[in-house]
């Protein structure tokens, strides 16, 4: 079985997995793209990994998705019981190297 990447994941594939196929307006488009741009950086930051060393986490693909997936359902600017995705969090904090919290 070959390793998927993060820089493997396409727009198409994060529309499926947030169920947004039917967005094909620019408005919506670059609304998924930021969400996408969002979600890396988030892992990147968190993790304090480089792009390359994230990329050969095939674990961080769902991770990814997760963060798109939930940026995309929670697009309002304050949320009444915010949760955080415990598989996101567990992947996320066995690749961390920033441990001040």
Do not use: W
């Not at 390793?3 to 529309?15: A, E, F, I």
């Not at 950086?41 to 050969?56: A, C, F, P, Q």
């Amino acid at each position: 079985m070959e390793q998927v990447r993060l820089s493997d994941v396409t727009l198409n594939d994060v529309k499926v997995y947030i169920r947004a196929e039917d967005v094909t307006d620019e408005a919506g488009l670059k609304l998924i793209r930021d969400i996408m741009s969002s979600a890396k950086g988030y892992i990147l930051s968190y993790t304090s990994l480089t792009e390359e060393k994230v990329d050969n986490l095939p674990e961080m693909v769902i991770a990814f998705k997760c963060l798109c997936a939930d940026m995309y359902d929670v697009r309002t600017a304050s949320v009444s019981q915010a949760k955080e995705n415990p598989i996101v969090r567990n992947i996320l904090n066995m690749h961390r190297n920033n441990l001040v919290v």
